[in-house]
């Protein structure tokens, strides 16, 4: 009889339990392992929504653009010729259009000097008068060695070399003085350009270059050292040589320069 009640007290707790909800046993790894997939989860979800930041650069004006190629040159005519860097620069903005007006692109004249007795290559263009001469180079740097023998070159424009050399503003109203344009506003403009570009910064990294050493090594060489500013063309240009000229006297392969550098230029 015992043993009829013990099976029979076995069979009944076996249905209880196979009658139960079917809920699954979770272990507390799988609840720890459940746990990290919903913090990954969140991790990726914040992830998603952040937002990229990018950084835009601003892209360089065609002024800039015209700064940037010509101030080496604009600076190294006011070493040789005491023309203010400041003045020059304007004068090239303005009267070439940035480098954009007809005379710059097919004549490579950016300052709009009129024939005047010139014997070379010419181009005639509408200004104060129908079909006037102007000159015509065969580069833009032409051009910009023209414009410093012009003034330096022409009587009238003498009493403008008895300035300060980084008084822009006494530049500007002596070129319309002297007669080099006739827009009564020329003075203006070139201030204006000057001083929205801080054009005058280049004149005084040339007034701050006083400690240009330059020594002669014979009749024919000059030993200089390099400072802000210098660059293979400018000191070409500076010294009435070239570059290839400096560079083979050098042993130079590259035009890289680094201030304080000695180099010896043919003279």
């Known amino acids: 009889m015992k043993t009829v009640v013990k099976y029979t007290v076995i069979i009944v707790l076996a249905f209880a339990f196979s009658c139960g909800p079917k809920k699954g046993i979770v272990t507390k790894k799988e609840r720890n392992k459940e746990n990290t997939e919903i913090k990954d989860n969140t991790k990726e979800t914040k992830t998603d929504t952040e937002k990229e930041v990018v950084k835009v650069t601003k892209p360089l004006s065609n002024v800039d653009v015209y700064i940037n190629r010509f101030s080496p040159i604009a600076r190294a005519k006011m070493q040789t010729s005491k023309i203010p860097a400041s003045i020059t620069l ?6 070439s259009g940035v480098g954009k007006g007809r005379l710059a692109v097919e004549a490579n004249n950016h300052f709009g000097i009129k024939c005047h007795g010139w014997k070379g290559a010419k181009i005639y263009h509408d200004d104060d008068s129908s079909q006037e001469c102007f000159r015509k180079y065969e580069k833009p740097e032409s051009s910009y060695d023209d414009h410093s023998e012009f003034l330096t070159g022409r009587k009238r424009y003498a009493n ?12 500007a109203k002596g070129l319309k003085a002297a007669g080099y344009a006739t827009d009564r506003k020329y003075p203006q403009k070139l201030i204006s350009l000057i001083e929205r570009y801080e054009l005058y910064k280049y004149d005084k990294e040339v007034l701050g270059n006083n400690s240009v050493e330059i020594i002669p090594v014979n009749s024919g060489v000059l030993r200089y050292v390099i400072v802000k500013g210098d660059t293979l063309y400018s000191l070409a240009k500076r010294f009435n040589t070239s570059v290839g ?3 083979d006297l050098n042993n130079m392969t590259s035009n890289d320069l680094n201030l304080g550098q000695q180099i010896m230029i043919p003279n």
């Open 160 to 171: 403008l070399f008895k300035l300060k050399p980084d008084d822009y503003k006494g530049w």
């Open 245 to 247: 000229a400096i560079k």
């Open 90 to 95: 304007a004068q090239g903005i303005l009267e």
